[in-house]
DNA sequence: CGAGGTTATGCAAACGTGTGAGAAAATCCC
DNA sequence: GGGATTTTCTCACACGTTTGCATAACCTCG
C-alpha cells in the first residue's frame, strides 16, 4: 500500500520506492507543492484539502524523506555523539541522557565509538560531517587539541563532555573534580583517617590533576601532613589498580584509606584488597569516583562520589541545542559531584596518636 | 577555505555552506559532473584532470554530502539499532558488536532508545523509516507481534537480536537458552547439588522459558527429582530477585544452589545471601546467566553462562549486510552458550545422603 | 583526408522536498 | 459590475549528488 510502482527509463521491471508526495498529489488531483504545504499544516491551505490529503497520506502510508527534506532546509535534525566506547558503563549513561534530550526535541543521534584512538576520532568526526550533523558531542575525548583544524573547516557546533583539555575549546560540561574529591578526601579525614593514599590514572590527564588537587586541597584544608609516597598512578582500569596497591600495601606505614580517581580503579582496589584477606572497611577504607551502577553491588557496596551522568549529557544537548539556534549559552557548564557514602569506608583499625 | 560565501536570490547577507562540488568545478574549470567522477575515481576521467580535481578537493576542504548523495543512489548507508536502553549493559555491549561492524562496512548507526515502550518503539522505528535507513536492528525487543504491520508497510531489512518471540520473525540471532542453562544446571549438579533453584524472569517471555527448559532437561538428564516450590520468578531486575531470594530461604529444606535467570537476578541473589550472612558458595551456590562484565567483579566473582555480547551484535549486523545486499542469509543465527566457572559455585556444605 | 574508433568531457534528468513569486479564483466593497 | 482584496493553488527553482546519453577531441588506418 505504501508503495507505488515506478517505471523508470530504460528498465523494464517496476521498481518499488516509498511512496512520494507527488504519488500524493496525484491521487488527490493537486501539485505537489499543495500536497507539501498540507502536510505541515501551512496556512496557505484551505482547511478542506488540507485534510483530504491528509487523509489520503495517511491511508497511503506516506513518510516525509527526512533525506530530501535535509538537503532543502540544510539541517538534518541529526546530531553526531562520539564516545570511547559505548560498553564503557559510564559512557553509556551519558549516551543515554543525551538521547533522551535529543528525543525531546526531535533530533536522531548518530553513534560512533572512537576506542580512543585519535585517528579513528578524527575519522569519525568527518563521517559526521558528510553526513551533515546539525551538532557534536564528544564525550571524555583525550584528543582535544586536534579538534582546533577541524572544527575551523566544518563549522558545525560542537559540545564535550569532561574533556581533558578545559580551555581549550569554547563549550563543555565538566564535573567539579576538585570539589568532589575534596569531600571524598575529607569523608575519610572526618572518619579518622591520617594516612590516605591517592590511586590516580594515568599522569597528566587533567581529571587525574584536578581530583588530585582536591585530595591536596582536603588534606591542607584539616592540616594534615601530605605523602608522596602515597600517591600512586593506574591507568583507569582495574587491572593496574592491583598492581598499585600491592605497593601500597608494602610500604612501611600503609595507608588505612585508598582514595581511587575512579569506581574501576576502586574495583581493582577491593580485589587486591581481598586476596589479602584484609578486611573494608574494618582493615582499609576504599573510596571511589563515578557512581558506576556497579558501584552498590561490590562487596561491600562502594561509598564513591556520584557523577550525574545522564544529567550532564543532558545538560551537554540542552546546550547544543541552544548553539545550533544560533545563542551563546554559558560556555563550561560544571555540575557538582555529590558524595555517596556506603560501606566501603569507616573508621581507621586504630585511632590516630 | 572549506566554506564558499554564496548569494542567495532575494538575499543580501551572503550565507556561508559547505563547498560543494559545483565550487570546485568552477575553480577546476570542468563541469561539475567531471568532478563528481574524478573523486569517485571513475575510469571515464583522465589521470590527468582526476588529480588536478582532487588536489583541489582537498585543499578547499571539501566533504561529499551523504545527504544528497543518499536521494539520488536510494541508500543511506545508515542503520537504525533499537535498545531498551543504551544505559544497559548488556545491550551496549550488543550495540557495540554492532558499530563495529557497521564501521568495518561504511555504516553509520542511528541509535534510539524504546525504554521498553511499545508505542514508544514504534515512534522510533517510524522516525527510522523517515531518515530512509537502509536496515534495523532491535535488540531485546519485547513487542514482536507489533512489528508485523510496520514491517510490511516499511521494507526494510530487520535483524532481531534475542527477541522474545521467535518464529514471527524472519531473521534473528539467538543465544542458545537451552543448552546454556542445561550446562550451567550440570555444573551445579557435578558439584553435588540436589536441591537447585531456579530464579526466573517474568512468567512467560520466551527467554525464561528456554532457559528453564535447560534446567528442568538437566535435572531429568541426572534422574534428579523436580521440586515445583524451587521454582520462583522474579523480573530480570536485582530487586525482585532479593525478595524471591528470601522466599527460597524460608523453605523448610532450602536449596543448595542458585540458578539465576540473569546476572542481575544473581546480584540480588548475592546482595539478599550477603544480608542474611550466608557464604558462597561455603554455603549456597549461585549462578548468573549473561556474564556482564560485572559478574567478574562481584563477591565472590560469579559462575555464570556467557552471552558473546559483542559477537552478537556483530553476527546481527553482518546478517543484516546480506539481506541489504539482496541475499538471503540463515534466518535464525544461534550461538552457543559458554559456562563459566568462577567462585560463587562450589560443593554444597552437606554431601548429598 | 576522411571514416571509424577511442577517450574525455559536458548536458541534463533525476532523487523528494521546501518555498517565493505569481496566477487564478473567490470574495468583498462601494 | 468593476476593481481591490483575500484565498487557494500552481510554477519553477533550489538543495548537492549520481549517471545515462550526447558530443567533442583526438587518434589510427586505409
Not at 279 to 303: H, K, N, Q
Amino acid at each position: 500500500m505504501p508503495f507505488c510502482k515506478r517505471v523508470q527509463k530504460g528498465i523494464t521491471d517496476p521498481v518499488y520506492r516509498p511512496t512520494s508526495i507527488k504519488d500524493i498529489a496525484r491521487k488527490a488531483n493537486v501539485s505537489f507543492s499543495t500536497v507539501s504545504r498540507a502536510l505541515q499544516n501551512s496556512p496557505l491551505i484551505s482547511r478542506r484539502t488540507a485534510e483530504k490529503i491528509q487523509k489520503i497520506a495517511r491511508e497511503s502510508g506516506y513518510r516525509v524523506s527526512a533525506v530530501a527534506r535535509g538537503l532543502v532546509t540544510q539541517r538534518t535534525k541529526t546530531i553526531g555523539v562520539v564516545v570511547t566506547s559505548i560498553a564503557d558503563p559510564f559512557v553509556s549513561e551519558v549516551v543515554d541522557g543525551i538521547e533522551e534530550c535529543c528525543n525531546d526535541h526531535g533530533y536522531s543521534v548518530i553513534l560512533a565509538n572512537s576506542n580512543a584512538d585519535p585517528d579513528r576520532e578524527r575519522k569519525v568526526v568527518q563521517s559526521f560531517y558528510e553526513r551533515r550533523v546539525d551538532g557534536i558531542v564528544v564525550t571524555s575525548s583525550r584528543v582535544g587539541a586536534l579538534y582546533i583544524p577541524l572544527l575551523s573547516e566544518m563549522r558545525v557546533p560542537i559540545v564535550l563532555v569532561n574533556n581533558q583539555h578545559p580551555g581549550e575549546f569554547v563549550h563543555s560540561v565538566m564535573i567539579e573534580n576538585v570539589q568532589g574529591s575534596r569531600e571524598a578526601t575529607n569523608h575519610l579525614i572526618q572518619l579518622g583517617h591520617r594516612r590516605i593514599a591517592y590511586l590516580g590514572d594515568r599522569f597528566g590527564h587533567q581529571s587525574d590533576t584536578e581530583r588530585f588537587s582536591g585530595y591536596r586541597q582536603a588534606l591542607d584544608g584539616a592540616a594534615l601532613p601530605f605523602f608522596p609516597e602515597l600517591v600512586v598512578h593506574g591507568d583507569g582500569k582495574s587491572e593496574k589498580a592491583i598492581a598499585a596497591t600491592e605497593a601500597l600495601l608494602r610500604l612501611p606505614e600503609p595507608p588505612t584509606a585508598i582514595f581511587c580517581y575512579n569506581d574501576m580503579t576502586a574495583l581493582g582496589v577491593l580485589r587486591a584488597l581481598h586476596a589479602r584477606r584484609l578486611r573494608v572497611p574494618a582493615d582499609i577504607s576504599v573510596v571511589g569516583f563515578d557512581d558506576l551502577f556497579i558501584a552498590s553491588y561490590t562487596d561491600p557496596p562502594l561509598t564513591t562520589v556520584r557523577q550525574p551522568k545522564r544529567r550532564m549529557g543532558f545538560l551537554a544537548m540542552e546546550s547544543l541545542l541552544q548553539l545550533m539556534s544560533g545563542q551563546n549559552p554559558s560556555q563550561a557548564i560544571t555540575v557538582a559531584a555529590e558524595l555517596v557514602v556506603r560501606e566501603s569506608s569507616g573508621p581507621p583499625r586504630k585511632a590516630p596518636k
